[in-house]
């Protein structure tokens, strides 16, 4: 019996010694793993960026609408101080400009499938409305094209605040998601103003017809050189790479929104680009030059850089 109960006694403390040997074991395995966290790393891990989404884009919409200024318009481009929608680069039906709507939807949806609610003399503040009746039309592309007019107001003061002109971009795209969310959104990027000076003002009949009123902020006294009106020019210069960039931004927020990547803004358009008229609007060729940039960038499988 003795050597019964000591062998038991032997076989117990074994057993407890084993097991406190695992629990330790245990503790310590815990101790050098990290623990599960609430989404399923382990803490200490180092976080996994989430995933962008991936931008969705239709290269061949089968209707469109327009939205945005007088370049838009096609205004000046066929007769002096007057809308000429038929040559407008967006929904033109001219068949020497070959529109984006002509090119994507042909020549016979062209006139069905496409509408133009731009206006000449429209700022950014009047986009929300035009996106609102662009929306009524549940397009599957609506283009943009504004700012000029933001930019070109009788003096620097007065030009349209970043902020006030991100505010109306923004309320914009909210409007034609409320009443189109699928539609799809390409943005073109506000002319190189300066550039427009730079080639116009050596030109006698140019200067001559600014003097009437046409961008007073960068195109007024076209060839004072001194340095307030060079200051003048480089600050409207400045607010419309300033808009260019919110128009990049709040776009790039939208999975269904292309900004041109600044094409416009960094075409150069020569004389025979520009309204004969006024030396500032796009001539029937550049509208066509206007046409093919988008329809390079609506096609083209991925953004531009």
């Given amino acids: 019996m003795r050597q019964s109960s000591r062998t038991h006694r032997s076989r117990t403390v074994t057993a407890v010694m084993t097991a406190a040997a695992l629990l330790a074991a245990g503790g310590a395995l815990a ?6 966290s609430t989404d399923g790393r382990r803490s200490g891990a180092p976080a996994r960026p989430a995933p962008r989404p991936t931008p969705v884009w239709d290269r061949s919409p089968n209707s469109l609408a327009a ?10 481009a066929c007769m002096v101080f007057a809308d000429c929608p038929e040559v407008s680069w967006a929904t033109g039906t001219d068949n020497t400009v070959r529109s984006l709507a002509l090119r994507l939807l ?21 986009l929300p409305e035009q996106m609102t ?19 070109c107001a009788d003096t620097v003061d ?6 006030d002109f991100r505010a109306s971009f923004v309320t914009s795209l909210a409007r034609l998601r409320r009443g189109a969310p699928k539609a799809h959104v390409y ?24 003097r009437l009123g046409i961008c007073a902020t960068m ?23 300033a808009y260019n960039k919110v128009l990049k931004d709040v776009c790039g927020k939208d999975l269904r929104c292309r900004y041109d990547g600044g094409a416009v803004f960094n075409y150069r358009f020569e004389g025979e680009q520009l309204s004969r008229w006024d030396w500032f609007h796009p001539s029937r060729d550049g509208q066509q030059r206007l046409a093919e940039i988008a329809y390079r960038n609506v096609t083209a499988a991925r953004p531009p850089g």
Wanted: net charge neutral.
């Fill in 106 to 126: 042909g020549e016979r949806a062209v006139t069905t499938h496409s509408w133009n609610f731009a206006r000449s003399g429209a700022h950014v503040a009047e």
């Fill in 219 to 241: 195109l007024g006294d076209a060839n004072d050189l001194s340095t307030t009106a060079q200051e003048r020019r480089e600050s409207v210069h400045r607010r419309v790479m």
């Fill in 158 to 163: 007065r030009m349209t605040p970043v902020d």
């Fill in 31 to 36: 101790g050098c793993d990290a623990t599960p």
């Fill in 67 to 76: 939205v945005g200024d007088s370049i838009t318009r096609g205004f000046d």
């Fill in 187 to 210: 943005v073109s990027s506000v002319p190189d103003l300066k550039r427009l000076w730079s080639t116009g003002r050596s030109d006698p009949l140019g200067s001559q017809i600014w």
């Fill in 133 to 151: 009746r662009a929306a009524a039309k549940k397009p599957e592309l609506v283009t943009v094209m504004v700012g000029a007019n933001d930019a």
